[in-house]
């Protein structure tokens, strides 16, 4: 069955419209260097207590951020206004000491103020394209906690490196319904546990993807709206949980604000690190373990490999259930004990995350549903699963990969289960990340739907599925889902 929908801007999702992401400090620099840059084309009256005001204040300015941190994005602007600074300050020393004002024609002087102008223009440019992320506000009733954990199964050898010793080890991050914390409580940092790890991951990932490391430097700055540590929510009950396995070279809080979004909605959402497949993996004991993962430029051999990792990353995902149960029963220490309901689980992950929590669903009966973001089945025998699906995907084009669609279908169309594949317009693969809330808005790389209207689909649908299959909430899913996009419906025995 097949159901067009209205565009995801009916109202039930919005974009927030936000400024060139500056903080306070920036813009009074900004502000202080573009007055430098103008004080020459003001009336003589007004130039003196223009320069005057605005030269220490850019000074100041420009001195606190040298302290606090400086970002990239700012170097253009304090360029603008060091260069602009001599000629404004030098008419009144020179007036001061009673030398005749020399002032340069207005044709000599306009170059010179436009590069200036141009060069301060370009900081808050900068700063929109590669902002500091600010993440969703989360819209449940639950206030949000967090709490990472390190986790090794006895029972597998880490593949990965030749130690005979050496057993597979998860780092994972638990987002959960939460007490309200008191104000001004500090709020979990984006990428890592502290800031030196945040910024370990943000270059890894800078250098996975080719960029360089500095065009992301606002990213270790983010925090997220959970608390570490937050006490456990103390109404109700026992929570479902929602496992979640990253993209090739991605890592545990690349979903952060989906994360948080589904805890604030009565979730436990569980997000793994893959070592030697997410990008950086920070150890409890400090040691930070890379990826192993490298194209080789051979499909055949790189297919192979994607479906060896994909493998293990399905394993790691079945162990890490078992590890919940552990912790709800008691067995491992957590303030989760008695509140996960284990029998209510859902696999999920993007890309290579989605292909491996479809494979985790058809090996292990003990998940209850599974959600794939944009992955492509890497199952190298795709056997009947039995549980509900929903694999969201971006919108198909010339260079989608022509066997992705087909092999997806061939796999929802062999559960026994309702399944259901929602392609979303104006999605692109990154749109079911937060890369949209920290990237440059380019279509073709975070997609059309804006800063966070993108997140927001992904939750409302995602939330929507959940709702309906693990907490078995009544209404029509199907009708539901396809408000935000073109929807396929897969029924049990179709074959489609």
Known sequence: MWRRA????????????????????????????????????????????????????????????????????????????????????SPLLRRRAGRPVRRARWWVALPGSLVCAALTATGPAAAWAFPVPVLPEPTGRFAVGTRVVQWTDPERPETATPEPGDRRTVVVQLWYPAQRSPAGAQRARYLGRTEQEARTVAGALARYSGLPGFLVDGVPRAHGHAVVDAPVAGDGGRFPVVLFSPGLGGVRTQNTAWAEELASHGYVVAALDHPYDSAAVVLADGRTVGTALAATGDDAEDDRRAAE???????????????????????????????????????????????????????????????????????????????????????????????????????????????????????????????????????????????????????????????????QEPGDLAGALSAYGDLTVHRPGTGG
């Open 6 to 89: 209205p565009r995801a801007d009916d109202g039930r999702v919005t974009d927030i419209i936000t400024g060139p992401q500056m903080s306070p400090l920036e813009i009074l620099a900004l502000l202080a260097a573009l007055a430098l840059v103008v004080a020459r084309w003001l009336p003589p009256a007004a130039r003196p207590p223009v320069t005057v005001a605005a030269g220490p204040v850019f000074a100041l300015s420009a001195a606190a951020l040298g302290v606090s941190g400086l970002r990239w994005q700012l170097l253009p602007v304090l360029a603008g206004g060091a260069l602009a600074l001599p000629f404004a300050v």
């Open 309 to 471: 990792t994909t493998g293990i990353r399905a394993a790691d995902l079945g162990f890490v259930l078992t590890q919940l149960g552990r912790l709800d029963r008691g067995e491992i220490d957590g303030p989760l004990a008695g509140r996960l309901d284990t029998g209510r689980a859902a696999a999920t992950g993007h890309s290579l995350g989605g292909a491996a929590a479809l494979q985790a669903a058809r090996q292990d009966r003990r998940f209850a549903a599974v959600i794939d973001l944009d992955g492509y089945p890497r199952d190298p025998e795709p056997l009947p699963f039995h549980q509900p699906a929903l694999a969201l995907t971006q919108a198909l084009g010339p260079t989608t990969d022509p066997r992705y669609l087909p092999r997806l279908n061939e796999v929802l169309g062999r559960s026994t289960a309702t399944g259901y594949r929602l392609t979303v317009p104006g999605a692109a693969h990154l749109t079911f990340t937060d890369a949209p809330l920290y990237l440059p808005p380019v279509p073709s790389l975070v997609g059309s739907l804006g800063r966070t209207r993108g997140p927001r689909v992904v939750a409302a649908t995602t939330l929507a599925f959940l709702d309906a299959t693990l907490r």
